[in-house]
Structures are given as C-alpha cells and as structure tokens.
C-alpha cells in the first residue's frame, strides 16, 4: 500500500492503495465520487472518462501510480452552482435515455470544447468515439454539442 | 378497462403531516393476488399522488426505469388528468411494494397501454376532490368549476391554488370511478408535449443512483467466477493464495443451485438457476475485481455445456432440407410452387446470437440478517431489475423468507432491453450475502455480463415462394429453425402465430424444427420480432424484385382490404394501419426518387408490441463495400403520443440498435464456452456511424401503446434491401461486418 494525494474537483485527497490500482475505483468506492462510471475496465466504453489536466482520460486503465495533475469528475463540472453549458444543452436536448453514459459523453465532450470551441459534425465524431451509447442517444447528443458550442449541425438534425 | 378498474381498486385519501392530500389507489385482496399471478395482462396501478399545502405535487411511479422514459410518461398523463402545472410536480420513485402498487414490471412494451387507465382515473380522480373542496370553500356550483394550472378556478375568476385545497381535499369521498369524466384529448396541455426526462439533472451532474452505484453502511463488495462452459461446477481454487490477496476477506465455494429458478429461462417469473462458482468477498470492488483474475479453478464440467454454433449452422442446414416439424398454419403451396409459369424463389437466411450489454453491467445489492431465537431473520435488497419485486420469490426459494422478510429497493437501471427481466445475478448476490456478515455488494464485470447473457436467440429460416406470371404472391413457404430448451422453444425463437405471414397471406405454409441447446436465451429488446422482421421483410423484398413490382405497391397489394384482423385487439395486425404507415414513410422519404451512384433506398414494415411501423432507409456503399446509413425516414403509428420527446428518443434509440446490431454484432460459442469477452471483441456502433433519422407519426385515434421496442425490427431488413438497391447484392445472413460489409 502506498499513500497518494489526488486534486479532484479542487479538493485534496490523501489517500492510501496498490499502485495498480485504477483511478475509477479509487474515485468511486473510496472517494465516494459515483458519476464516473464502470462500463468495460478496457478503455474502450468511455462511461469512466474523467479530465485530468482538462483532457479526457478513461479512469478505468489509469493506476494510481500514473495519475500526475488535477482530476475534474463529473461531479466537478458545474462551478459555482452554475450548470455547466454541456449540461443546461443535455437537458434542453433531453439526451439521456438509461442516463449510464451520459457523464462520460459529457466529459469526453467538455474537454473537446476547451481546446476546440466550435466544432464540426466531424470534429465531434472524432472526439466523441470513445464513448458508447448503448441506447443510441447520439443524435442529441451532437445536436446538445451544437447547442453547447453555439455551432451548427449539418446533420443528424431531422425530427418531425 | 374502467369496469375492471371499479371492481377491483380502491382509492383512498388520507392526510399527510402537513395537512396536505394523499391520495393512492388500493388493490381488493382478490385483485392483488391475481395481479400478482401473471405478469402479462395484469392491472396493476402504479402511482400515488401527494399535494402538500404549498402547492407543491409528488407523483409516485413504480414502473422502473431502465431508459425507456416511463418515469416520465405515467406522471404526464396523471398530471393532466388533474389539471396541475407540470412545473409543480415532483417525480420520485415507488417503494417495491405490491400491496400499494400491484406488480411492479416493465416488460414488452406494455407499461403505457397497461396502466393508461389507471393514471388518468388517478388524476381525475385528485381533481374531483379539489373540485369539491373548492365547492364547500366558494359555496358555488361545481360544475361552475375547472381544474387547471394547478388551481381550480371559477366562473368569475375566483381562484383558489391545489394547496390551498389540499387539506379540505382530503375530507372530500373519493369518486367512484364509474361517475369520472376525463378531459377531451383537444384539451390536453401536458399529454403530447415534449418534456425532458424527470432525471435528467442528476444524470448531468453525475448524481443519479444507479444499482451499481449503491453505498450503505459496512458494506463489502463481491465478485463472482463461474466455469467458463456454461453448466461447470467449481470443484476446489487457490485459496490460500486468494485470501492472501490485499482487501480480500473471504472466498467460498457456491454449489449450483436449482431452487432459485429453472436455468431455462421463463419471462414470467424472471427466475434462473444459480450457477456453482468462486465467490470472493472484500474491501472494495477493485480487490475483489483482482482478486477473480487471479483464480486458479479446477471445475467440474462434466454437465457443462457443449454448445457450438457451427455444429448449430450445420444442424440447420440438414433441417433445412426437411420439412417442419410445429405446423402453425398450413395451407396447400405445393401447387402453386410446381406450377411451371409461376416464378419460384427459395432462400435461407440466418441471424446470430447477440448479447444484451446493457451499459451498467449486472449487480445487486443485499443485506441478509439471520434470524435469532427473539428475532426472525431479514433481508434488504437494492437491486436495478425490470422487474423487482419477482426478486422476494428468490429470497423464498433460497432462504426460506416471506415476503414480509424481504423489503426491495429498485434503483435507475443503466439500461436493460431485458436483460434485467432475469434475477441470476441476484440470486448470486443473496447466497453470497447469506454468507457474509453486513451488506454486500456483488458487481459483474463486462466480461461475466456477455459470457453469463440470457442471449437473443440465434435461428435460421428457409424461404420458398412463388409469384404468378401476373406478379402476385402465390404461395409462401416458410420454415422456422430455431432453438429449444428440452424441447420448448425459448424466447424469441419460432413463430408465435401473429406473424404478418400468418395472419395476412392467404397461401402460407409455416413450419418450424427446434434445435436443443443449454445456452441461455431471453427477451431482447423486441424478441422473435427483432429477427423475423429481418427475414420476411427481406424476403418479400425479393419477391417484390422477382415479380418485377415497385416494392411498396408489392406491400401494400399483400395488405389487401383495410382491416382489423381481430376488432379491439392491440396485437393483431389493422391493415389499414400498416398501409398508412408504409405510405407515409415511403411518401416522406422520396420514394422512388433518383438517387446518387452508389446510393439504395429500402422499405420495411413490421407489426409487433401493437405498434405499426415502416421505415425507409437511404444507403451508400462504396467499392469496398463500406456501407453508410445517410438516413433512415421512420413512420409510426402508437396511437396518441403522451410524450412527444421521449417517443422521438425512443424511435431514434431502436434505430441505433438496430444498426449497431445488425451491422456489428453476434455472439459465438464454441464447446459451452462464449467467444467474445469484452467490448473490444463485441462492439456497438460508435457516433460517426449515426444517420439522420427523421420520425412522423400517425397519432391515430386507437389506444396508446408502447414505443420502447417496436421501432427497431424494421431497420434491418430496410438497410439490407437499401443495400439491394444500390449494389443488387442480397444479405441473408447478420451481422453485416460477417458478411464484408463494413459500417462507416
């Protein structure tokens, strides 16, 4: 067991675990922080995405050992008691189905719009390609990264 | 509807602390005995209404949510009924309780059908009691009186809010159901406007409960190994070395267990047999995650599982040859398929097993007390199912608990398509807690999550049919190969006899050859429907292009008169429906219109959970046989849409699923063992892939139905015969990726 202090969402930890142990499972049974979720333990679902210096890491192949820099949860985003713009538009948008997903698709989304405000339906493709959606909530949830962006969709728009 | 609901439930009102109203609804004794002895066709009321004295409304829904947005819809529709303001109610989930609510499921589509009825009779119910305390308050007339925006209103203007009245509502008797009037659907402000998900602000902040997200006091966590082959039995492991493993507390063997269910599958009781294995006991959920793989298990196989899909694929090829054993309707056809001038077609077509990955793998969370000399022993459940209060059943069998023992906590379930409609993992849970001092939590990793599927059922199917020199369909010849369970078939395989095939054409022939497996097989998100619409919806296709018909006349000539083929019944067939739908689908998307080089336009209909849908996809495909859904123009008839946003989402969900399954997805077995272990050998369909995806709806005067499954069995056999069109190749067989076609 070694001792490692963690920032998450501004606050200081120290806490005590094996060094292989992943960042998923400190933040959910020992730090309590349940938003990140368990999907795959492979890297490949997106559902355990978390930001460690504002980019978007999958918490569930991370050990303890390799974490170096302050970690946003989802549970961090909204600062100030103010919704985060991802979070007011995946409301507006009424995105979520089961809602499983939904924290790792919004932070693999908020660290895209940190370094590219507005992007493209392609831009969010790419981005967004680590993140499963089992129920298949993708139309809005491209439409609510639009919204979010202040940018425009050129597909994937239609309802009637 | 109404009659049953009068002979059987009681409203009652009673005062909350606050001096405010509660009014839920009371099942009759007899009535709740028989709600609880089936699932399919029960009545089962499902909400209570609260008003406290500052306006504020707390509507109670016990059907569970997995994703569906039922915890959303059954409220509305309460809400309107009573005339409150949407903005003043509080959506919370029930307590498992089936005295309160009758039985608590959600299963096949049924929850909006089922328990339309009983929400509006709830609400009607809570404003005729704010009427009448209005009444006594203004000493006016009450039919000089109207509910709406939360407050009753007079003629004059005089006001009064909901909870104002709440607390003289409560004096108020409780209306007999059969003297309630309910709103003109022209009235309607709630019903038939788009409302967001009731908890969609703490899915966005990271705080909504789900099952795996359960934390109570002392709690210890679990992990679970059972014998890779289906069926094996744990004989002895390293477990010294396992519980020298740091923040393992305990390993023990678990003997297979039958008492908690039969290990073939039934939807009706949710059980399943305990399967032997290595439970391991610990700290946190990565020891015990650690500590499974690093199990070294000498098993007993020898009544393991010898499952094998190519020995499956062979198998149904011979039958192929045969004919069918089950006859489900049997008309001459030889005739017309030796007649020399009509144009003969036979085709074998074949779907794979797949897994249900619901993306919160399967856990539960259980509390077990022993009983003493002075105390008896009890139980507490946290569990994400479909159908929660089966699990008590559990309980009994394995431990010998009443139901008065037992108290069930349902949480949000990360998805289910059911696969939470079976309680295998909970009946691991509660002989691993029987074991264990405090709570425990068991949580399933993704790999015992596909291994330990109650699959969707793989098949085959062999097609023969003629049409005449005139282009008419004149004999259909279908052969059903599918999988049973000691000569039962399991869900979702064979025909029902509600098929289109079998309840509309006048020359078919449908037989059917089951082939026994141990694999287990459960409901999947539109089960026996999610594949056969594949195969007869393609498969008319070819006819269609064999007569040298535009396909959607093909269709519609097959629909025949408009008509209902059982007057009042839900799940048959109402031709009149189908070619509406059809029409307007292939109207909306351009039918028959130009399209690009490398561009196919296909048309499918299906009927199945009531629904009549048609779907017209437009598909690329390139010269290496990438394929690209550009769009996919959905037409829908439920009846009257109670929310409008949760039924676009549902509509777009099963078109999403249904490509990402039949373009990706299918589960092998080889000797009992399952092939794909994980999400890098079992995908889902990534965003880029994503088609536009535009829904119209028929919102016909027919009662409302359910919107959580019948959208997806249409999409298949609409992108195949899409890819027909652009390519002139023919897919029998799913997954796409198996056949070289490539999902961009």
Redesign the interface.
């Known amino acids: 067991?070694q001792t490692y202090q963690l920032t998450v969402n501004g606050e200081s930890h120290t806490t005590t675990s094996?060094p292989?142990?992943?960042l998923l499972?400190i933040l959910?049974?020992?730090l309590?922080?349940?938003?990140?979720?368990?999907?795959?333990?492979?890297a490949?679902?997106g559902?355990c995405t978390v930001h460690i210096n504002g980019a978007a890491v999958r918490s569930c192949v991370l050990p303890i050992s390799g974490v170096s820099g302050p970690i946003t949860?989802?549970?961090g985003?909204?600062k100030n008691g103010l919704?985060h713009p991802?979070?007011s538009a995946?409301?507006?948008h009424?995105?979520?189905?089961?809602?499983?997903?939904?924290?790792g698709q919004?932070m693999s989304a908020a660290a895209m719009l940190a370094v590219n405000p507005r992007p493209t339906d392609a831009d969010?493709?790419?981005a967004?390609?680590g993140?499963?959606?089992?129920?298949?909530?993708?139309?809005?949830?491209?439409r609510a990264i639009h919204t979010a962006a202040g940018s425009n969709s050129v597909?994937?728009?239609?309802?009637? | 509807m109404n009659n049953v609901l009068t002979r059987r439930h009681f409203l009652k009102a009673s005062a909350l602390t606050s001096g405010g109203l509660m009014l839920e609804i009371t099942l009759s004794g007899a009535a709740l005995g028989e709600a609880l002895g089936t699932l399919v066709g029960s009545k089962e009321l499902n909400a209570w209404v609260q008003i406290s004295s500052s306006g504020e409304i707390t509507i109670y829904s016990s059907v569970p949510e997995?994703?569906?947005?039922i915890k959303t819809a059954l409220p509305m529709i309460i809400a309107e009924e009573m005339g409150a303001s949407w903005d003043d109610v509080t959506v919370l989930t029930a307590d498992v309780d089936s005295a309160r609510y009758g039985l608590q499921g959600a299963g096949g589509s049924t929850s909006i059908p089922r328990n339309f009825d009983s929400m509006r009779t709830m609400g009607a119910s809570a404003r005729e009691m704010l009427i009448g305390a209005a009444s006594e308050a203004l000493e006016v007339d009450r039919a000089e009186l109207e509910a709406k925006d939360s407050q009753v209103i007079h003629l004059s203007g005089e006001r009064l809010s909901f909870g104002a009245l709440a607390a003289l509502a409560v004096r108020q008797p409780v209306p007999d159901p059969a003297t309630l009037s309910f709103k003109d659907p022209k009235a309607y402000t709630i019903i038939g406007t788009?409302?967001?998900?009731v908890?969609?602000?703490g899915?966005?902040?990271?705080?909504?409960?789900?099952g795996?997200?359960v934390?109570v006091p002392n709690m210890r966590?679990a992990a679970y190994a059972r014998c890779p082959r289906l069926g094996g039995t744990a004989i002895n492991f390293n477990e010294q070395a396992i519980r020298a493993l740091?923040?393992v507390l305990d390993a023990f063997i678990l003997a297979p267990d039958a008492r908690t269910g039969q290990s073939s599958m039934s939807f009706l009781d949710g059980l399943a047999a305990l399967q032997g294995g290595v439970a391991i006991v610990g700290e946190?959920?990565?020891s015990v995650?650690?500590a499974k793989s690093q199990l070294l298990v000498v098993w007993d196989e020898s009544e393991a599982s010898t499952d094998s899909w190519p020995e499956m694929k062979i198998e149904a090829q011979r039958l192929a040859g045969m004919s069918g054993g089950e006859v489900k309707r049997d008309h001459p056809v030889e005739a017309a398929l030796a007649e020399p001038n009509n144009k003969v077609l036979e085709a074998f077509y074949e779907f794979p097993y797949v897994a249900h990955?619901?993306?919160?793998?399967m856990n539960c969370t259980v509390h077990y007390t022993a009983g003493t000399t002075s105390s008896a022993a009890r139980m507490e459940v946290w569990v994400p199912s479909q159908f929660p209060g089966q699990v008590k059943e559990i309980a009994k069998n394995l431990l010998g608990l009443s139901e008065a023992q037992v108290t069930v906590n349902m949480t949000?379930?990360?998805?289910?398509?059911g696969r939470r409609a079976v309680h295998d993992f909970v009946a691991e849970a509660m002989a691993i807690a029987a074991r264990t001092e405090g709570p425990v939590k068991l949580?399933w990793?993704?790999t015992d999550d596909i291994h330990q599927d109650f699959f969707r059922v793989g098949g085959f199917e062999n097609m023969k049919a003629a049409v005449s020199p005139e282009g008419k369909l004149v004999a259909w010849d279908q052969h059903y190969i599918g999988f049973a369970h000691q000569g039962k078939a399991v869900i979702g395989s064979g025909l029902w006899g509600n098929e289109f095939s079998m309840t509309a054409l006048p020359n078919a022939r449908v037989t059917q050859s089951l082939i026994d497996i141990k694999t287990h097989c459960g409901a999947w998100r539109a089960p026996g429907a999610n594949t056969n619409a594949f195969v007869e919806q393609s498969f008319l296709h070819e006819l269609s292009v064999l007569a040298g018909r535009d396909h959607v006349e093909f269709l519609i000539e097959l629909m025949g008169e408009r008509r209902w083929l059982s007057d009042g019944n839900i799940n048959a067939l109402n031709t009149g429906r189908a070619i509406d739908v059809i029409q307007l689908a292939a109207t909306?998307a351009g039918w028959g219109k130009p399209m690009p080089a490398g561009w196919g336009q296909g048309l499918a209909f299906y009927f199945c959970h009531a629904a009549h849908i048609a779907e017209v996809a437009d598909v690329y495909v390139d010269a290496n046989q990438n394929f690209k859904v550009g769009?996919v123009t959905v037409a829908v008839d439920v009846g009257p849409i109670i929310n409008m946003?949760?039924a676009?989402?549902?509509v777009?969900?099963?078109?999403?699923?249904g490509l990402?399954t039949m373009a990706l997805q299918q589960i092998t077995m080889t000797n009992g063992r399952i092939n794909q272990d994980?999400?890098?050998q079992y995908q889902?369909?990534?965003?880029?892939a994503?088609?536009?995806?535009?829904?119209?709806f028929i919102q016909s005067d027919y009662q409302s139905t359910g919107l959580g499954e019948p959208a997806l069995p249409p999409l298949a056999p609409a992108v195949t015969n899409a890819i027909f069109a652009a390519t002139g190749q023919r897919i029998r067989s799913m997954p796409l990726s198996q056949e070289g076609f490539t999902l961009v």
């Not at chain 1, 309590?32 to 492979?42: A, M, P, Q, R």
């Not at chain 1, 597909?155 to 009637?160: D, L, Q």
Request: glycine share 12%.
């Open positions: 067991m094996e292989d142990k992943p499972w959910r049974d020992q309590k922080l349940k938003g990140t979720k368990y999907g795959c333990g492979i490949q679902c559902a949860t989802i549970e985003l909204a919704l991802l979070q995946w409301i507006e009424d995105v979520p189905q089961c809602g499983y997903c939904q924290a919004i969010i493709d790419t967004m390609a993140n499963y959606c089992r129920c298949g909530t993708y139309v809005r949830i491209r597909e994937g728009e239609a309802e009637a | 997995m994703g569906q947005g788009a409302v967001g998900g908890d969609n602000l899915i966005v902040l990271g705080q909504s409960k789900f795996i997200d934390d966590y740091p923040g946190d959920t990565w995650l650690n990955v619901c993306m919160e793998p949000r379930m990360g998805g289910g398509f949580t990793t993704r909306k769009k946003s949760g676009i989402s549902q777009q969900g099963s078109i999403i699923d990402s994980n999400f890098d889902v369909m990534r965003i880029g994503t088609p536009a995806i535009e829904v119209h």
